[in-house]
T-cell receptor, first 112, second 116 residues
Framework: AQSVTQPDIHITVSEGASLELRCNYS??????LFWYVQSPGQGLQLLLK??????LVQGIKGFEAEFKRSQSSFNLRKPSVHWSDAAEYFC??????????FGAGTTVTVRA | ETGVTQTPRHLVMGMTNKKSLKCEQH?????MYWYKQSAKKPLELMFV???????ENNSVPSRFSPECPNSSHLFLHLHTLQPEDSALYLC???????????????FGPGTRLTVT
């Protein structure tokens, strides 16, 4: 079965600074990878996904993620964060059925 | 309405009450899911329905009873809950996986459940 680790529980970043959130997965084959964002009191919104092809994936809200098979990683990045990016971010991995395994999440705080 | 909607958004119930959570998706999907989200824990998959048929019951206690009358609606019936059942309950939908492709799931805003 697949699993996901998000090593950082909480990250604080200044507005305008860059952001990188780490995600490591465990799965024997090429996985399906997702990043979701959850604002307070809301459900999860899909930021981006990787199925195959180009290992650098562009998503919504200026986010991108890079799949590195050799490191079993799928890290999320944003060059310049905005105060509205303060939220909780979840990495998820899946195989070729319906089961998604989610990480425990990383909370991002943006300071002015 | 667009996307995935859930009602009610907040629910407080006693341990002897019976209540139901409702989810509706307007995306034309065939698969629907219930998840439990507790603080600082990964999302826990509870139930999965594909074309109205239940395909997953992830060892969920019988005090939670799902119902899927059609591909657009999903219910979670609750009875004799425990305080540890207090959590955010999220509904999601996706295209089905019959083609062997895993499609992304779209989530509703959740129901914040408090059991007193």
């Amino acid at each position: 079965a697949q699993s996901v680790t998000q090593p950082d529980i909480h990250i604080t970043v200044s507005e305008g600074a860059s952001l990188e959130l780490r995600c490591n997965y465990s799965y024997g084959a090429t996985p399906y990878l997702f990043w979701y964002v959850q604002s307070p009191g809301q459900g999860l919104q899909l930021l981006l996904k990787y199925f195959s092809g180009d290992t650098l994936v562009q998503g919504i809200k200026g986010f991108e993620a890079e799949f590195k098979r050799s490191q079993s990683s799928f890290n999320l990045r944003k060059p310049s964060v905005h105060w509205s990016d303060a939220a909780e971010y979840f990495c998820a991995v899946g195989a070729n059925d319906y089961k998604l395994s989610f990480g425990a999440g990383t909370t991002v705080t943006v300071r002015a | 309405e667009t996307g995935v909607t859930q009602t009610p958004r907040h629910l407080v119930m006693g341990m002897t009450n019976k209540k139901s959570l409702k989810c509706e998706q307007h995306l034309g999907h065939n698969a629907m899911y219930w998840y439990k989200q507790s603080a600082k824990k990964p999302l826990e998959l509870m139930f999965v329905y594909n074309f109205k048929e239940q395909t997953e019951n992830n060892s969920v206690p019988s005090r939670f009873s799902p119902e899927c009358p059609n591909s657009s609606h999903l219910f979670l019936h609750l009875h004799t809950l425990q305080p540890e059942d207090s959590a955010l309950y999220l509904c999601a939908s996706s295209q089905d996986w019959a083609s062997g492709i895993l499609y992304e799931q779209y989530f509703g805003p959740g129901t914040r459940l408090t059991v007193t």
